[in-house]
């Protein structure tokens, strides 16, 4: 397929690209608050030939594009919550409300609203559907993409693509990985109930932040002793919440923790080991330990098939701006994409936006900033894959649709 047309549309949104993203990252909402920024997308798309559905659960819209032709129907994905910090950059659009966009889903929404405008006009280049999904709530478990799903946001949809922007990662660069692509992540609050007391006496008290302390030492032999080398996990005891008096033994602790990890089996066996463990200090100490373990969002599992496709396209495709396609290894982030993965076939990739500047600042830093060169390559790279899935008979069909007769040619993948 000829993606020029695509390509000549998108240039001529650059400005309103860079625009929106800039009004978006200066007007920030969290998740599940996100009421100003759904108003924004949803005026974006009022007049113009698309079906639209809102709420989805608290804030997600669907957007369907119907080219009227019958054919395999493309979700598109991009989140447009931000996070409850307090921006410390110097640009000219910084936040000023007490939130911040310190993750780039500022730039996601930008650049899927400047590309779902050009499919609209290129209905005839394609056939079937694209379903673009804007989802609030990506940073704050449960997840806006398990809102989504469960009020049909992937009802009648094939195959589901999303991207990130990786400020970390070359910019001009697209990257990838199948399989398992992102961690899981589990969350877990533990209260230590002792008995307090005066310092002078110990003997009649049952001292809390010695119970934690004996608590998180050995929540740490979980990874180090309990599962594999080669196995991928983190155990992570975040808070301690001990603070009292130097003259008053302490009543009562409360530890709050994060775990991440690449199978559920692991997960499944570290909040094992985590009661099992509270339940034996707590027979040795003589004391109540009660365990709160929260799964919040699974394994990102990259269909391999899929990732395959999103790699040859990408590859393939002569993208102006893409001077490369690497893979990324697995991430240690989490994300709730990893939802629609579980549903439909999917496939979660990132573009690199290393900002043009002596420091770099991670994801959800004060100071994080992205390079928003980064915008035009993520709508040219999620167009070009998003119309050649649904032009290629022959994409991840478990019934290859080749035989007898193959109407995409030389380029047919089952043909390689």
């Known amino acids: 397929m000829n993606f020029e047309k695509l390509y000549t549309l998108l240039d001529k949104k650059s400005d309103e690209m860079i625009k929106n993203r800039r009004y978006l990252h200066e007007h920030p909402e969290v998740s599940f608050q996100e009421e100003k920024t759904s108003e924004f997308i949803l005026k974006h798309y009022a007049d113009k030939d698309v079906k639209v559905e809102y709420p989805l659960g608290t804030h997600g819209i669907k957007v369907t594009i119907d080219s009227g032709k019958p054919g395999k129907t493309v979700a598109l994905r991009a989140d447009f919550d931000a996070l409850p910090i307090q921006e410390e950059t110097d640009l000219?659009?910084?936040s000023k409300n007490g939130a911040m966009h310190a993750c780039g889903h500022d730039g996601h929404t930008a650049y899927l609203l400047a590309l779902a405008d050009c499919l609209i006009e290129l209905k005839s280049e394609f056939t079937g559907k694209v379903v673009i999904l804007h989802q609030h709530a990506e940073e704050a478990p449960p997840g806006g993409a398990k809102e989504m799903i469960e009020a049909g946001a992937l009802e009648g949809v094939d195959a589901v693509f999303g991207c990130h922007f990786m400020n970390m990662m070359q910019p001009g660069k697209a990257y990838y990985h199948a399989g398992p692509t992102q961690h899981a992540r589990s969350k877990f609050i533990i209260k230590v109930q002792g008995q307090g007391g005066h310092a002078s006496m110990p003997q009649d008290a049952n001292d809390a932040i010695l119970i934690a302390?004996?608590?998180?030492?050995?929540?740490?032999?979980?990874?180090?002793?309990?599962?594999?080398?080669?196995?991928?996990?983190?155990?992570?005891?975040?808070?301690?919440?001990?603070?009292?008096?130097?003259?008053?033994?302490?009543?009562?602790?409360?530890?709050?923790?994060?775990?991440?990890?690449?199978?559920?089996?692991?997960?499944?066996?570290?909040?094992?080991?985590?009661?099992?463990?509270?339940?034996?200090?707590?027979?040795?100490?003589?004391?109540?330990?009660?365990?709160?373990?929260?799964?919040?969002?699974?394994?990102?599992?990259?269909?391999?098939?899929?990732?395959?496709?999103?790699?040859?396209?990408?590859?393939?495709a002569k993208i102006p701006e893409l001077k490369g396609?690497?893979?990324?290894?697995?991430?240690?982030?989490?994300?709730?994409?990893?939802?629609?993965?579980?549903?439909?076939?999917?496939?979660?990739?990132?573009?690199?936006?290393?900002?043009?500047?002596?420091?770099?600042?991670?994801?959800?830093?004060?100071?994080?900033?992205?390079?928003?060169?980064?915008?035009?390559?993520?709508?040219?790279?999620?167009?070009?894959?998003?119309?050649?899935?649904?032009?290629?008979?022959?994409?991840?069909?478990?019934?290859?649709?080749?035989?007898?007769?193959?109407?995409?040619?030389?380029?047919?993948?089952?043909?390689?």
């Open 92 to 94: 000219p659009f910084a």
């Open 213 to 316: 302390s004996q608590v998180v030492i050995n929540l740490q032999s979980i990874v180090s002793r309990r599962i594999s080398s080669m196995e991928s996990a983190v155990l992570t005891i975040g808070s301690f919440d001990g603070k009292g008096q130097a003259n008053i033994i302490k009543d009562c602790v409360t530890l709050e923790g994060d775990v991440r990890c690449l199978t559920d089996e692991t997960n499944h066996f570290i909040e094992r080991e985590i009661r099992r463990i509270c339940v034996g200090i707590a027979q040795a100490y003589a004391c109540e330990i009660k365990v709160d373990y929260t799964i919040d969002y699974p394994v990102l599992y990259n269909d391999t098939k899929l990732t395959e496709f999103v790699y040859k396209t990408l590859q393939k």
């Open 325 to 416: 396609v690497e893979d990324s290894g697995i991430q240690n982030p989490s994300e709730d994409f990893a939802y629609y993965a579980q549903v439909k076939p999917a496939c979660f990739f990132y573009i690199g936006a290393k900002p043009d500047a002596e420091a770099v600042y991670p994801h959800h830093h004060p100071k994080f900033e992205i390079n928003e060169e980064a915008l035009m390559l993520a709508a040219k790279s999620v167009g070009t894959i998003a119309l050649q899935y649904l032009n290629d008979p022959c994409i991840c069909d478990e019934k290859c649709q080749c035989e007898p007769a193959c109407d995409c040619g030389e380029s047919c993948d089952c043909r390689e």
